[in-house]
């Protein structure tokens, strides 16, 4: 891992009647709109989706990592994600996230180690950490 501070850059690029072009060095280009909430066509990315997707990528790699550096063997991992926008008192901001976290098992898994790492990505993960709204998280345990 590098050194802290860490610094990422994001180009937003657009005219008047185009979608978004998102970019960052080295990666592929990515089109945003406004979701259809907002009068957008609805088949793009929007800021609102792509930032309820970086809460669920970050707990996802959160917990592989932890996992990884517990020995926990697992076979797969669903994340869902819902965030809530609504008013308030001085605008519109997220207020809550619901992460509905399925980790398939091996039979012989301990179910309290499992949940507990869980719980565990859930509050080492940057993007929650960083957001007002509080995460919660809701685990369903799979045996394979």
Not at 110 to 127: N, S, Y
Request: charged content about 20%; overall charge negative.
């Amino acid at each position: 891992m590098h050194d802290f501070p860490h610094l990422y850059r994001v180009t937003a690029s657009m005219s008047p009647d185009d979608n978004v072009r998102l970019s960052s060095e080295g990666l592929q280009p990515l089109a945003s709109a406004p979701p259809t909430e907002f009068g957008g066509p609805g088949d793009q990315w929007s800021p609102e989706t792509l930032l309820v997707a970086a809460v669920a990528d970050c707990f996802a790699l959160s917990f592989r990592a932890i996992a990884r550096a517990s020995k926990f063997e697992w076979k797969a991992l669903e994340c869902q994600v819902e965030g809530t926008l609504d008013r308030i008192a001085n605008g519109t901001q997220f207020i809550a996230f619901t992460v509905r976290a399925t980790l398939t098992i091996p039979p012989d898994a301990d179910d309290a180690r499992a949940r507990k790492l869980l719980e565990k990505a859930e509050h080492a993960c940057l993007i929650t950490n960083s957001l007002k709204a509080v995460p919660a998280l809701a685990i369903t345990l799979r045996r394979a």
